[in-house]
């Protein structure tokens, strides 16, 4: 089973009674990337001074920044789940920052087997996380809160995140993890995310400054695209933002470094 690919979905109609707002026109266009065209054009300064002072020239387009790419991780067994719900809109706001975006969602991660260590054979669902992730500049994790915890599901893939131990960038080393969580009240979900942001860290990764916790029994989402609070659709859409900047400025040291060797 292949994980989705992300994509904005098209504007709904809603009942006046209840009051949505639409993530794509919240964020606003994919094509303004203005995060991307920014670092892009510092970039180029850069190689514009670093080639002013060498006897040849640096090629400015090899130096170009890909988009970065962000994978989102989670959901619940239940399709289109406030879990899965809630980290689309997330990675809408990775988006808006210029990034690529691919979903692991919960019918994806019911498929995986129980992350076994000592078996050395991995299925093509474990390979395909585990190679998504090994490419990805940033991740996004949204779990729902489970008696104080993370979901055993959610856990399950980052157990199997335990294949990338002997990377370069070992586990998630170098990437920006953004937290999303859902709870049936708001006691659960500030304990799950920081348990979640534990986790983070000894994965190695880098929790985003900002932190998303969504109390289901308050917040609604009835469709892929709506959210029945527009502050949560905007801290969701933080979560996102942030970890594509950091990828963004990440890529950017290393593109430097880069263009520090060409001299």
Request: net charge positive; with cysteine.
């Amino acid at each position: 089973m292949s994980a989705l690919r992300r994509g904005f979905p098209g504007e709904k109609c809603a009942p006046k009674y209840v009051k949505r707002i639409s993530i794509q026109a919240k964020l606003g266009s994919i094509s303004e990337n203005r995060s991307l065209k920014c670092f892009n054009n510092l970039l180029r300064s850069y190689a514009q001074a670093q080639s002013r002072r060498t006897t040849g020239s640096i090629s400015l387009k090899s130096f170009e920044f890909r988009r970065p790419l962000v994978v989102g991780i989670g959901g619940t067994t239940r399709a289109a789940s406030s879990t899965e719900r809630a980290l689309r809109v997330a990675l809408n706001g990775a988006e808006a920052e210029g990034a690529r975006t691919r979903l692991f969602g919960g019918t994806f991660l019911h498929s995986l087997p129980h992350y076994a260590p000592e078996h050395k054979e991995r299925t093509e669902a474990q390979i395909e996380l585990i190679e998504a992730v090994r490419e990805a500049d940033a991740v996004i994790i949204g779990t729902p809160g489970y008696h104080g915890g993370v979901s055993g599901l959610v856990k399950n893939a980052l157990d199997t995140l335990e294949e990338l131990r002997d990377d370069r960038r070992p586990y998630l080393d170098g990437r920006a993890v953004g937290c999303v969580v859902t709870a049936y009240g708001w006691q659960g979900g500030g304990a799950v995310l920081t348990s979640l942001r534990s986790i983070v860290h000894a994965l190695r990764g880098w929790p985003t400054p900002y932190g998303a916790a969504v109390n289901s029994l308050e917040t609604r989402f009835e469709t892929i695209d709506t959210c029945s609070d527009p502050k949560v659709a905007d801290q969701l859409a933080t979560v996102g933002r942030q970890a594509a900047q950091f990828a963004l400025a990440f890529n950017a040291r290393e593109a430097i470094a880069e263009l520090d060797t060409a001299r």
